[in-house]
């Protein structure tokens, strides 16, 4: 499993509509411990920049990251 850092985030209230009933859902760029960065998703809290992630899993090649044990408490998406 991928670790990393949170570069930049952003949430998602308005969607394609193959993605509309997921909103809001929380994109991410993740800068990976062994380097570079990839695009993914959020599972579970919201997270911030600066904030360690771990790849949950993947779907169709989106890797979905949920946000590490001892990170900051969890931010309303609204």
């Known amino acids: 499993m991928n670790t990393g850092t949170v570069y930049t985030e952003t949430v998602i209230h308005s969607a394609p509509e193959a993605y509309a009933k997921d909103v809001p859902y929380q994109t991410v760029i993740v800068t990976l411990d062994g380097g570079g960065r990839v695009t993914g998703r959020i599972l579970g809290d ?3 920049i600066d904030d360690r992630v771990i790849e949950a899993e993947g779907r169709d ?3 979905y990251f949920r946000k590490q044990a001892g990170d900051s408490p969890m931010r309303d998406l609204s």
């Open 46 to 48: 919201r997270v911030s």
């Open 61 to 63: 090649g989106v890797p």
